[in-house]
């Protein structure tokens, strides 16, 4: 069971990034711990976007064969003007989960607290940081994608380490980031991105001295959630 990307043409057009990936051939097994790692300017974002099957290749095959998350912590999901609650119910629906049981192991792994039946624009940063991550990981994906592990507060992060290495014991994990140190915590391969190619290593050390080679070329980098606009519009708007 895999995830192949065969002979794939992508225009990446995000933002101010102009690229294209040629003859791009990956191939992710199920249950690989497996690392993305490209700075903000390697268009990640469009490659998960294939993966997911949330955009298609401008040319090339793409396969699945077993069930894939969305990128976690995304907060696409959350409707800004209902609950917590509300909003975990309706992924439970979404995914033919049990709701009761499945808001109980969400709010057990968040620990949302008195915010569980507040609307999402009021909600701090952190709490929606928990909920949004432990949505995706409380439901039984054959792979996790994640593009951050550094889940609510400091305080949180331990807890959150230890929650990330289990889902790794019972799934694969491929996590897309520009954090190198996470990758080689809990990744063992890597394809590296960089101008329209992807580089792939079976070695973690190798891995990130390659990336560590070509990412001073993308200046500074920040990992998908910590640039979330979502996010920030969740906690930042004035309703």
């Given at each position: 069971m895999t995830i192949e990307l065969h002979k794939v043409m992508k225009k990446v057009r995000l933002g101010s990034v102009r690229l294209t990936y040629h003859d791009l051939d990956i191939r992710v097994e199920k249950n690989a711990r497996i690392?993305?790692?490209g700075n903000k300017d390697a268009g990640l974002e469009t490659i998960l976007k294939l993966i997911c099957a949330a955009d298609a290749?401008?040319?090339g095959v793409v396969t699945r064969t077993h069930s894939i998350s969305w990128p976690i912590p995304d907060s696409k999901f959350l409707a800004k003007h209902v609950s917590l609650a509300a909003n975990v119910r309706f992924i439970a629906r979404l995914y033919e989960q049990e709701e009761t049981p499945f808001l109980?192991?969400?709010t057990e792994m968040a620990q949302p607290g008195?915010?569980?039946n507040a609307r999402c624009d009021v909600c701090p940063k952190e709490i929606l940081s928990r909920i949004c991550f432990s949505v995706g990981a409380c439901l039984p994906f054959d792979h996790y994608i994640l593009t951050n592990v550094k889940v609510?507060?400091?305080e949180d992060r331990p807890r959150f380490t230890e929650i990330v290495e289990e889902m790794s014991q019972r799934s694969g994990i491929l996590l897309a980031s520009a954090d190198v140190k996470a990758a080689?915590?809990?990744c063992e391969q890597a394809y590296v991105f960089d101008e329209g190619r992807a580089t792939f290593f079976d070695d973690m050390e190798a891995a990130a001295e390659f990336y560590s080679s070509i990412s001073s070329k993308g200046g500074e980098n920040e990992d998908f959630f910590d640039a979330d606009p979502e996010l920030e519009g969740l906690v930042s708007m004035d309703f």
């Open positions: 690392a993305f790692l290749p401008d040319k109980r192991k969400v008195d915010f569980l609510g507060s400091k080689q915590q809990f």
